[in-house]
């Protein structure tokens, strides 16, 4: 009897010991799932304001914050529906005590006017995770209120005027006398011939303008003063020979403008990449070199150019058709 109860307990020992770790195991398990959903990669999406004027720009934030154990990756994102990149830099990497956060700030602008939705994004397409979609409206100018306003008027009803009786011998008889001493007056003052008025030399734009572009360049300005003055310089031309207000337009509009006007694609790109470094220069974002100065130069000239031509067809059609 006494052997029996002694071969028992070592079992009930073994038992206690094995229950005792899988209770440590099921706690680790426990740990280790509430740690790794702690650790999840998270996203974020947010603008600096939700209301835009046609062609304004907006910033767009991206965020990505990865834990240690997880993979670096980021957003491929090539269009946004109604919406045009004016900036896509590349992300800005932070290293924290928790892992890693990328951070890109997007420029963007629209000539769509109306409520338009940025869509959520997905970090890995198909799996996520998204980022929240943002409502932004595009809206035009607003009403100058300073201004007063006029109401549109009711239909007015014709005044019916009682008709006089004339007598039209008189009428005429006045009228012949009236005309008579026109002539008269005419060919009395004005016998001497007076001399014929030249019409005043056309002015050469092309040429002055690029007359100033050559004294830019001999200048020896600095990085800032320069494109300011090459930029103002090829506003003031546009101004001037097509009388388009090209001081009050942004870099996108005047890109849509020479697209519209069928300057050539590729000499458009070279423009706008040269133009666009130009911006950041004038805004003390970039350095160039002595070549991107000659560059912007260079590509400036040869779009005045291809303008002056574009406009000389146009104007010679608008002759032949009079």
Known sequence: MNDHRMNDQPNRMTEQHFFRRAGILLLTLMWLSGYSQGQAVSVKARVDRSTILIGERLQLELEVSIPE????RFFSIDTIPHFE???????????????TILR??????????????????PLV?????FTDSIPVEVVFSPMDTSQPYHDVRDVMNEEVVEKKVWDWKIIITGILAFV???????????RRKKPVA??????????????????????????KAYYVQLTALFRNY????????????????????LKALSVPPTQLTA???????????????????????????????DVIRTVEEITLKMEAHANLAK
């Not at 154990?69 to 670096?72: C, D, P, S, Y």
């Not at 423009?271 to 590509?299: N, S, Y």
């Open 69 to 72: 154990t997880a993979a670096i």
């Open 85 to 99: 990149f004016i900036d896509k830099p590349s992300p800005d990497t932070l290293n924290t005590t928790d892992g």
């Open 104 to 121: 890109q700030r997007l420029t963007l602008t629209s000539f769509d006017s109306g409520q338009w939705v940025i869509p959520a994004f």
């Open 125 to 129: 397409e198909g799996e996520g995770p």
């Open 180 to 190: 008579a001493l026109f002539v008269f007056v005419v060919l009395y003052f004005f």
């Open 198 to 223: 030249r019409p005043a030399p056309r002015v050469d734009i092309l040429a002055e303008t690029l007359r100033e572009m050559e004294q830019i360049e001999k200048a020896k300005l600095a990085d």
């Open 238 to 257: 546009l101004h001037r020979r097509i009388g388009m207000e090209a001081g009050e337009k942004t870099g996108v509009q005047l890109e849509q403008w």
């Open 271 to 301: 423009w706008k990449e040269q133009w666009e470094k130009g911006e950041l220069v004038k805004f003390a974002k970039g350095e160039v070199t002595q070549e991107d100065r000659e560059q912007m130069a260079g590509i400036t000239r």
